[in-house]
């Protein structure tokens, strides 16, 4: 946990910055570890049950890791009258996970939002990747087991299928 000590030499003397040391955290490990809340905690003199506590209050912490791709189905209004439950149980048997869950390989996260401000796209997912982000509209059950694949492949083994 060394790799937060540059964190914590800027922030940990600093009166209500524990926001900014999980935030500093978790883009340096890409969420918040037990090993990181127990390292801050004795480095800061805060408990861990306090870090816990804000860690699980704002939804921006993450305490599990993330998938390389994270996919954001909307689930708004114009959204679940075109089918969006549907994308989302296509999704969920495809990659065997389910909202807030990241598949086995750590390739895809699941995650149902309440808006992506898409509407005349409906039904609608964002992919979030290190490509950056992608929009993908008019969803049908066929097209986005194809999406998935597509991203698989190029994240992997070409030609390669998201096992079910």
């Known amino acids: 946990m060394k790799i937060l ?18 935030q500093k955290t978790q883009e340096v490990l890409g969420y918040l570890p037990k090993e990181a809340i127990e390292y801050i905690a004795a480095e800061t003199g805060i408990k861990p049950a306090k870090i816990y506590g804000v860690a699980t209050f704002y939804t921006q912490f993450r305490l599990h890791p993330i998938g390389r791709y994270i996919l954001l189905i909307c689930m708004g209004t114009a959204c679940h009258v075109n089918g969006a439950e549907k994308i989302v149980e296509a999704v969920s048997e495809r990659l065997g996970i389910k909202d807030g869950e990241t598949t086995e390989d750590d390739l895809f996260t699941l995650n149902i939002v309440a808006c992506l401000g898409c509407c005349s796209l409906a039904p609608v997912m964002m992919v979030r990747g290190p490509e950056g982000e992608e929009v993908f509209g ?13 991203i698989a492949s190029r994240s992997g083994d070409e030609g390669a299928e998201v096992s079910v």
Do not use: F, W
């Open 5 to 22: 000590d540059p964190i914590l030499a800027e922030y940990a003397a600093v009166p209500g910055s524990l926001i900014a040391i999980l």
């Open 138 to 150: 008019n969803l049908t059950r066929d097209s986005v087991i194809k999406i998935l694949d597509r």
